[in-house]
């Protein structure tokens, strides 16, 4: 019985950092409504500042200063982001803002080791709590009861803060309607910046306290930033009651999963998740959302098919794409056959997110599913490559469609969150479940079987696949399916009173873009001769995100150019440098800040203002709408 | 002039929604801005205050060009606005609500406390701790006007503010703003109700698709019952 109660303590400890964390997350989505990817990041700068400060800081003063130090200057670091960078980007659609704070994440990875180094740090001890407490023949570290203490000090705190100070009124008006706040004299610029110092202060807190508790690395960040995003999402967004009562739950359920599924613990949180959203779509504490606000900005210039010229010289660069075995080396076409495979992957997610409207930021689960399906058919039942290449695709088909089902219930950044825990609950599978898909160590051993087995054979199979796949999907968006999910995108209200099942059209969208992401990731696996639980991992997901707003959301054809750029890019990254995240994440911001219309919606522009400029008409005639523009 | 406006265009997207609007307010004056449904009458105040960034212009506020402005800063200048969608905080009680309008006093415009507005509209004086969203929409109106008014503002623009409204709420309307008038509030009024407008009114433009089709006192306006029907009856 004690050991249970030990046990409950030490969820309840762990909840208070998980705690700050959330609420910090929640209070800057409240107001900014920036889902704010790199909390984690600020988080684990956090600990290291508080690691090093405590390191040169002695006595008790200089441990507990130290702690509110270091979270007062990464607060600062936030202040600057939220002026240099978020600034930009509020009106921007919230896939944007996702992306650009997780690039911001990537750089700081990469900043944090070039600054600590790699290495594990281990922290000291606060003082005053060095020991523990004996209960009942259980040792309860002290530190973990002042970190039981602490939680509900600071949401009482914070409740104060809301609810007694101008300042709180002002956070929970702009909360419900920003415009209206300004209307009434209010400066919102400082207003943001205030509320985004609070919520990073709050992070870079909660990394602080545990360094007596864990060991500071340069993972920490991801690893809360998933857990955080369950606990706003379970507690609902912009609730700081509901990020408490949150962070206990989840904090429970991973002391007590380990307990009784020691298999299954990661899943255990994931899956209480799915039901809360389920049952409850804007959380325990949330408020239903008024209208989702639309993913893929405006489309003022409506989509048309492809004209016979443009047809083509799309054949054309086909063709010119099939000569590469004629000169180039064995190297060159193993990059051109996972560049083909990428263009597979970004188009299957272009589909669901830009003809679709619904951004997902699990599609990794089934590119990654599509890999598993031919590990288990060709490891286990020991079939041939042709076959399996044919139903291995199924089983990301059968994940979209059960996955999909419970997301498209949901829209906007629920939707985006609720894809990127299924997809957590599939890597945990294939992490966890070691009998079957070997955990860590992957299955290897995929080879193709002798017809495709050259590099060229089989770049010639990727790219064939890939034109395939591309015709195929765009041939959807011009054909009555693709029409009505133009509609729901645009509004399910009026698509929905002209009588087009929304749901069922969006959940037909997701499938086939998943069964699509899963044919390329059946390729994938014969192209590494493995599969390992990354490739259904998070990073993954957010390539492909990139590839797409790389290559513009709005655009027909973009998905394909920007996962050739992204994909060239990333592999020739990586051969030059071992900061290839800071640069990575400095490129994702740099999109995001100064091409939010991606390449081709760039070239688009460009060959618009050149056709207008070209006739020599009235230029009174085309003012007004230049500046409508 | 206590407000110019000049040459005012706006857009929402590729809609060219004003075209070249143009009026006046004097100091203390009350003054209509009539029109249909869609006229541009919302687009207009909208405009004024900075919240459509499509716009182009000049607006003056108390001989300071203020077009280029942010909207807080218009704001803080002394020149309030209510919205016709009355946009009241939900989640904040009568009193969380006003205390966000809140800005220093003025010296050349009437100060508002909170007691002075709970005498103004004592219905609100009655519920100090209900929350917005539980009120009615008469007394929604109430609130979204007080609010505006811990502003001290010196010009309040009022977007129909007897939009859906019980013929008794009117009445208490009018008055709150035949006593904001006295206090020495300038007041642009938005309206379709010809007979509401008059009660306050001391001068009236009319807009139609857009563009200013009329300007003249309600005299006037009587005087050219062409004009009424053509442009405001239904």
Known sequence: MAFYVVQFLTGLASAASLFLVASGLSIIFGVTRIVNFAHGAFYMIGAYVAFTLTERLSGAFGFWGSIVLAALAVALIGVIVEMVLLRRIYHAPELFQLLATFGLTLMVEDLVVLIWGPDDLVGRRAPGFKGAIDFFGQNIPSYDLFLIVLGPVVLGILWLLFQRTRWGVLVRAATQDRDMVAALGVNQKWLFTSVFAVGVFLAALGGALQIPRDAVHHAMDLRIIVEVFVVVVIGGLGSIVGAFVAAVLVSELNAFGILIFPKISIILVFLVMAVVLIVRPWGLFGKPEAAARKTPGLTVN?????????????????????????????????????????????????????????????????????????????????????????????????????????????????????TLAFAQIVWSIAFQWVNVTGGDNGILGLWPSSWAASPSHFYWLALGVAALVTIALRAMVFSPFGYALRATRDSVLRSEAIGINAKRIQWTAFVIAGTTAGIGGALFAYLKGSVFPDNLGISLSVDALVMVLLGGVETVSGAVIGAIVYKALNIWLVSQTDLSKLVLGGFIMLIVVVFPKGIVGMLEMLAQRRRKSSPPGSPLLAKPIESAE | MKLTVQDLNSHYGPAHILFDIGFEVGEGEVVALLGRNGAGKSTTFRSIVGLVA??????????????????????????????????????????????????????????????????LFPNLGEMKNRPGGRMSGGEQQMLTIARTLMGNPSLVLLDEPSEGLSPKIVEQMVDAILTMKKEGVSIVVSEQNLHFARLISDRAYIIERGRICFGGTMAELDARPDIRDAHLSL
């Open chain 1, 302 to 418: 409506p989509w048309r098919p492809l004209t016979s010229n443009e047809r083509l010289a799309s054949l054309a660069a086909l063709a010119i794409a099939a000569t590469l075995p004629l000169f180039a080396g064995n190297y060159a076409l193993t990059v051109g056959s996972e560049i083909a495979i990428f263009v597979i992957f970004a188009v299957s997610l272009h589909f669901l997110m830009s003809v679709g409207g619904l951004a997902s930021f699990g599609h990794a689960a089934y590119f990654g599913l599509g890999a598993y399906g031919i590990a288990f058919l060709a490891k286990m039942a020991g079939l041939p490559m042709i076959v399996c290449l044919l139903l291995g695709p199924l089983l990301g088909c059968l994940g979209a469609a059960v996955f999909g089902f419970f997301a498209v219930q949901l829209s906007g950044v629920y939707f985006a969150m609720l």
């Open chain 2, 54 to 119: 499509q716009r182009s212009g000049r607006i003056m506020f108390e001989g300071k060009d203020v077009s280029a402005k942010p909207t807080h800063e218009i704001v803080r200048e002394g020149l309030g606005y209510v919205p016709e969608e009355r946009r009241i905080f939900t989640d904040l009680t009568v009193e969380e609500n006003l205390e966000v309008g809140r800005q220093p006093k003025r010296p050349n415009a009437p100060h508002w406390t909170r007691e002075k507005l709970f005498a």
